[in-house]
């Protein structure tokens, strides 16, 4: 390796060193003066040389050390306080030991592991840092230029649910988490806007908090209620109110008369299946019949029994069978007859005036039945089921149905079925396309007459989502006309569900904040 190779500026290698598994670099700043980090005046005059070591990513397999003489000036501005100062580099930051693409690496693995864990798995890339180092660069790396947010999304999480709070702040155009405060309350997020003068929109949820905490800060930033939650409390109100109309769940389909129909019509399905065989085979007996057509083929071209079999591979006598046979052959059971089956139109009439078996079992009895009361009993079982056989939908598949943007043939066939049967489900179902459409195509215009013609209704449910949108009907309105929702700020939050899962829920605050923060810049 060449010495002169090192791709660090603004320094020389004066010597390599090997030894065991670390390369040693020795160099040597070679910078001939130095702006004080105070003042900004350049100075020429040298105070002293120091050395400071420095670890670096490793090179060819390899930890990597570098041994750095670095300058110390004197400040010759007889106004600056500071007098003396060490000279800076642009590959490492002041008073740190780890350069900067070491540090980047570093941060890379710990975005999304434990500090424990990053520090095992350096090893393997021979650097040797321990956890609480690890820790100690993830909160120093935060830098936050307040000047560049002007459009910010807001959105509450849980530390610990029905415990402890906090918010989310992240910027709506670079989609970069800013911030993270603990609390949800009116003053928390009041203290936190004022730091930010030039904010201009935020997009949050229907939280009366963040609205009165906005509204109070400054009443000249725009507030976007989020379209998703919008929608969403739509949905949960109709649930209620088909909940309470119709129940959890719903009748979409009775059985059919087929399904109804007593085991007589069975057996004359079967009578009828007799009598059409060549049109209804199975495949086992097709191949079958098949077979017996190629038997007679060969017997027409003159062959013997004998010859036949031998050809087909075949016993002679299934080969005479077969010769003989005029239609195909199968071995299907025709249906049972049994004690019942002279009685079953009595039953049906008997049924219609009393379902008690017992008194069923006794008339018949009179009139000559000389079978056991269980086949009675059994029999009566087989006709509830049938007569009660209907297809039931429960109330999230009806949801489901209704509310969604996109659904399946069989569910479109489910909604024409509930649309035309069920008045309250199919208002429900128009209630909820004609906002979704507002929403969608920014109709801001039939916003107000949507809202009249709802509370001519007078449906409770219903109207609670109407008082909803009432009260925020600025942001409500901001919301069909801006693009920006919280649906950004929605992901970020499960990003830090699954941090939170990793840090074991011990880490502090700061922690947290920074490492949600940084893992949005890798």
Same mark, same amino acid.
């Given at each position: ?375 009675? &009993? /059994?029999? =009566?079982?087989?006709?509830?089921? !049938? ?5 039931? #939908? $429960?109330?999230? %598949?009806?949801? *489901? ?75 409500? &309105? /901001?919301? =069909?006309?801006?693009?920006?929702? !919280? ?5 970020? #939050? $499960?990003?830090? %569900?699954?941090? *939170? ?22």
């Amino acid at each position: 390796m060449n010495n002169n190779d090192m791709i660090f500026p603004d320094i020389k290698i004066i010597n390599v060193n090997e030894y065991k598994d670390i390369i040693y670099y020795v160099a040597e700043s070679v910078k001939k003066s130095c702006k004080c980090p105070n003042c900004g005046t350049i100075s020429l005059r040298m105070h002293s040389k120091h050395l400071r070591t420095i670890k670096d990513i490793s090179q060819i397999g390899k930890k990597t050390i570098i041994k750095l003489i670095e300058h110390k000036y004197f400040c010759d501005n007889p106004k600056c306080e500071r007098k003396i100062f060490t000279e800076t580099f642009d590959f490492i930051d002041t008073k740190q030991r780890i350069t900067k693409r070491a540090i980047e690496l570093i941060l890379s693995f710990a975005m999304f592991m434990s500090a424990e864990q990053t520090s095992k798995i350096l090893k393997k890339y021979f650097i040797d840092i321990s956890p609480d180092t690890i820790l100690n660069i993830i909160k120093n790396k935060i830098n936050i230029e307040q000047k560049e947010v002007n459009k910010i999304g807001i959105d509450d999480f849980s530390f610990k649910k029905r415990q402890r709070y906090g918010t989310v702040i992240c910027d709506l155009e670079s989609h970069k988490i800013i911030d993270i405060i603990e609390g949800r309350d009116l003053e928390s997020i009041k203290e936190w806007l004022s730091k930010y003068n030039n904010i201009e929109i935020i997009s949050r949820d229907g939280s009366y908090t963040y609205s009165g905490a906005i509204t109070q800060t400054d009443d000249r930033i725009i507030q976007i209620t989020d379209r998703f939650h919008l929608i969403k409390n739509l949905i949960e109100d109709v649930k209620e109110y088909i909940k309470k109309e119709y129940g959890t769940r719903i009748i979409i389909d009775e059985a059919s008369n087929k399904e109804n129909q007593c085991n007589t019509d069975n057996d004359d399905k079967v009578n009828e299946e007799s009598d059409n065989e060549e049109q209804s085979l199975t495949i086992s007996e097709q191949k079958k019949w098949e077979l017996i057509q190629k038997v007679k083929e060969l017997k027409e071209q003159g062959l013997t029994d004998s010859k036949i079999a031998i050809e087909l591979n075949l016993d002679r006598r299934t080969v005479k069978k077969y010769r003989l046979a005029d239609k195909p052959i199968n071995h299907r059971r025709s249906k049972k007859k049994t004690i019942l089956d002279s009685y079953k139109d009595e039953i049906a009439n008997i049924y219609e005036k009393t379902k008690i078996a017992k008194k069923i079992y006794e008339i018949l009895k009179e009139k000559g039945y000389k079978g056991s009361y269980s086949t009675i &009993k /059994n029999y =009566i079982k087989e006709l509830e089921k !049938n007569k009660k056989k209907r297809k039931f #939908i $429960n109330i999230n %598949k009806i949801m *489901k149905i209704i509310s969604a943007n996109k659904i399946s043939d069989e569910e479109k066939k489910i909604l024409e079925i509930i649309i035309e049967k069920y008045e309250g489900i199919k208002l429900m179902y128009k209630i909820i396309n004609e906002f979704k459409d507002i929403i969608k195509n920014r109709k801001i215009e039939k916003l107000e007459g949507y809202i009249k013609n709802i509370k001519k209704l007078k449906i409770k449910e219903i109207n609670r989502f109407i008082e909803g949108i009432e009260k925020d009907k600025e942001a409500v &309105k /901001n919301a =069909i006309l801006y693009r920006y929702s !919280n649906g950004l700020i929605e992901g970020i #939050i $499960n990003k830090l %569900k699954t941090i *939170k899962r990793q840090m074991y829920g011990r880490a502090s605050l700061i922690l947290l904040r920074n490492k949600l923060i940084l893992s949005t810049d890798l």
